[in-house]
């Protein structure tokens, strides 16, 4: 809107030029008659003169009163002329007087008008700023309506997306309704099934089971129940676990309560009575107690056998005592003997090697090479029997102490195969000292002993340290060659008394060193395993716990 106002109304008497009066259309007239008579007059005397000029000297006086009456007339032209114009002239004056009262009139009501149009003009601007307050106010709202539309666009297009994609959803859901209520129908067939073969199953076991309510009356019972208590199937429903196994008065009875489990005596229908081992559990639905279970077996074969095997364990042990008695003493005579064998042997050698025969000469060096034999084997049979009946305390041992003894021990054969032995840092363990040295002595000089002609023997002893799942610790202590090995299926014969893959000629040994292995490890509650391909080496590994008590094993 524009700031100025048209004005349309004007004052009455006004108009938009001004207009020419009656009394200056007058005063103009006169004005030009003036100038007309006055020009005529100066045109006529100039006629006048240039005719006097041309004419006789007798009219000279006529022309002198011709041209006294020119400007006689002349000025009464003049005067009347000016007459008219001071007459027009106080007539215009009084017109202007008249003209200037209207005009004030007409100021005073022009400036009434435009006190009025003022104040129109602030109201119109303060209308005006209104307007565009409001103007703005409007745009502001219909640019929030503007923004609120999209907002509500785009919710009706997640919506109408979402109506898309639920309908989708129903459609699949339908299709999986139809195909779960199949798979529910097929489930329940299956869980039909199931239970009927969970119901064959509890028929068809051995142990008697008892489903029992709170009360402790039976609800369920397997035809093992019936089968060994004697009573009828029929008869045992709605029975106490009282009345079932403790059926006349006078019987040892015993409250069993849910989480019992152990072994007791129960009574059959007829009052015999026979062992059973039990055990009773809580069945809970829904976090409440519903009942329990009993399950029980008849455990009199079994007491019977026990009983047998304690006696066969009892005779057997009597037996192994008196077999290692047996041998200990044999071994330990049968040296004396040997002694003189070897002893006469060399004598008799002494005296008549000179004498004899060759073919005497080798009989009598096959003797004495079959009583050297007979010596070792005795030694090693006596090594293997202390074992057996050693009964010393065990004590902290270091192993890697133990190792650096077995080695100085064995330094001549280490030089003279030029063998390498690289040792690792060996644990602290509860063992028995004196058979701790053996093992390694044994394990690290077989490790030695079977090589190939000519080669290098390289020998590795490393451990590490284990725990079970209870916690308990163990090393393994691992003693691996370059050897010439062995095949796999004689892994545990090699552990045998006597036993050995090679020929006599081959290697020397008897074959106990690693039968005494096996028995020290037995003894300190460990394992020994071997592992070994045909001529890559071989690796023995031992496991041994590292805490044990101070009274060994027998």
Not at 319 to 328: G, K, R, T
Not at 439 to 459: R, T, Y
Request: glycine share 8%; with cysteine; hydrophobic share 40%.
């Amino acid at each position: 809107m524009n700031d100025a106002l048209v004005l349309t109304d004007a004052p009455a008497g006004l108009g938009s030029e001004p207009r020419t009066t009656s009394p200056s259309r007058g005063l103009i007239l006169a004005a030009v008659i003036v100038v007309l008579s006055l020009a005529s007059i100066f045109w006529i005397r100039q006629k006048a003169a240039g005719s006097l000029s041309q004419a006789p000297a007798g009219a000279e006086a006529l022309a002198r009163d011709l041209e006294r009456s020119v400007w006689l007339l002349g000025l009464a032209a003049a005067g009347s002329g000016l007459g008219v114009l001071f007459t027009l002239g106080g007539s215009l004056a009084a017109v202007r007087r008249a003209w200037s009262r209207r005009l004030e009139l007409v100021e005073a009501e022009w400036r009434t008008k435009n006190s009025g149009l003022q104040s129109q003009l602030s109201d119109t601007r303060k209308t005006e700023a209104a307007v565009a307050k409001s103007l703005a106010e409007a745009r502001a709202q219909f640019a929030q309506l503007a923004e609120e539309r999209s907002q509500l666009q785009a919710e009706l297009d997640a919506r109408k997306k979402n109506e898309r994609t639920l309908s989708q959803q129903r459609l699949v859901l339908e299709s999986s309704k139809t195909v779960l209520e199949m798979h529910v129908q097929a489930r329940t067939q299956e869980l039909h099934q199931l239970q009927h073969r969970y119901e064959m199953i509890l028929n068809s076991a051995g142990e008697g089971i008892c489903g029992l309510d709170r009360q402790g009356r039976a609800t369920f019972v397997n035809p093992a129940v019936a089968k060994i208590t004697g009573w009828p199937l029929e008869e045992l429903i709605g029975k106490t676990e009282q009345e079932i196994f403790f059926p006349k008065a006078g019987q040892t009875r015993i409250k069993l309560c849910d989480g019992d489990a152990g072994e007791h005596v129960f009574y059959r229908k007829d009052g015999g009575h026979f062992p059973v081992e039990f055990v009773r559990t809580s069945i809970e639905d829904g976090g409440m107690q519903t009942g329990s279970v009993l399950i029980f077996k008849d455990i009199t074969e079994r007491k019977r056998a026990e009983e047998t095997l304690t006696q066969k364990a009892a005779e057997l042990t009597r037996s192994n005592a008196e077999l290692e008695q047996f041998a200990f003493v044999a071994s330990h005579d049968l040296q004396e003997p040997l002694r003189k064998i070897q002893a006469f042997g060399d004598r008799l050698k002494a005296k008549v090697e000179q004498s004899l025969a060759p073919e005497a000469k080798d009989y009598l060096e096959r003797m004495q090479n079959a009583s050297a034999r007979m010596r070792t084997l005795i030694d090693d049979l006596l090594a293997f029997s202390r074992v057996i009946r050693s009964s010393q305390p065990f004590v902290p041992v270091d192993l890697s102490k133990v190792t650096k003894e077995v080695l100085g021990d064995l330094e001549v054969r280490i030089e003279k195969n030029a063998a390498r032995v690289e040792v690792s840092e060996l644990p602290t363990l509860n063992a028995d000292p004196t058979q701790m040295r053996q093992l390694m002595l044994n394990l690290i000089g077989n490790a030695l002993k079977f090589q190939k002609p000519g080669s290098q023997p390289v020998v590795k002893v490393h451990s590490r340290t284990l725990s079970s799942l209870s916690g308990e610790q163990f090393c393994e202590i691992t003693v691996e060659d370059n050897g010439i090995g062995f095949e796999e299926q004689y892994a545990e014969k090699i552990f045998a008394v006597f036993q050995r893959l090679h020929g006599r000629g081959e290697y020397e040994g008897t074959g106990v060193g690693l039968a005494v292995c096996r028995r020290i490890t037995d003894r300190h509650e460990g394992t020994i395993v071997a592992r070994s391909k045909l001529g890559e080496g071989a690796a023995f590994i031992v496991t041994l716990p590292m805490r044990l008590s101070s009274k060994p094993n027998s």
